[in-house]
């Protein structure tokens, strides 16, 4: 199993990156938050999880192990694959979904694309001697992005699975909330308050 990868970023793409390891690209599948935190040229060490499939070996990205525990730990639940789990990471850190559970907080899960009521239901009875309490570390919101936050956030929305147009109305909605930010937005916090704006629309 690869644990962790460190290099530099060779490329930067809307859901991963490519890290050079000795010499070779290793391309990791990472939430827009993550990736928000990596510069290209830059040395970047992401904590991995390497899912094999009969015609493929992805590996996905995490900021901190803590992240990288939760991805797998979601995959234990039936009905969840490495990508729903990584949606989930990338509307909701680990202890707001540790939160979530230990609360029952239908609201929370169902915010995250492709789960809707009955599921989240499902997840709560599965998850919950799962995840565990709230550990109550702080985790960083990644580093300013300066530039293209609206390219950045709109890619990251249609990836998750909603329509060009639903991406333009949601990054709209949150234009107020990037500008107060004092024209350095940060994309984690955009990313949730637009999937609170298109739950709410639904």
């Known amino acids: ?25 290793m391309t990791v599948q990472c939430t827009p938050n993550t990736l928000s ?22 590996l996905y990205g995490f900021a901190d192990d803590d992240e990288r525990q939760v991805f797998e730990l979601l995959q234990t639940a ?36 492709g789960i809707g009521k009955k599921g989240a ?14 550990t109550g570390a702080a985790r960083a919101t990644g580093a300013p992005v300066n530039q293209g936050w609206r390219d950045q956030l709109h890619t990251a929305l249609v990836g998750l699975g909603y329509a060009p147009r639903e991406a333009d109305e949601a990054v709209t909605a ?20 637009a999937l609170q704006t298109l739950n709410r629309a639904r």
């Open 1 to 25: 199993m690869i644990a962790f990868v460190s290099g530099p970023v060779a490329a930067l793409a809307p859901d991963a990156a490519v890290v050079e390891v000795g010499g070779v690209g």
């Open 37 to 58: 935190t990596l510069r290209i040229g830059q040395p970047a060490r992401l904590h991995t999880s390497l899912v094999v499939r009969e015609d493929s070996l992805t």
């Open 78 to 113: 039936s009905g969840v694959g490495p990508r729903l789990a990584q949606a989930m990471l990338a509307v909701h850190t680990p202890d707001a979904l540790r939160r979530a559970v230990t609360t029952a907080d239908e609201k929370a899960l169902t915010a995250v694309p």
């Open 121 to 134: 239901q499902k997840l709560l009875l599965e998850l919950k001697d799962r995840l565990g309490a709230p």
């Open 174 to 193: 949150v234009a107020p909330q990037a500008e107060a930010a004092g024209g350095t937005p940060q994309v984690g916090p955009l990313l949730k308050a």
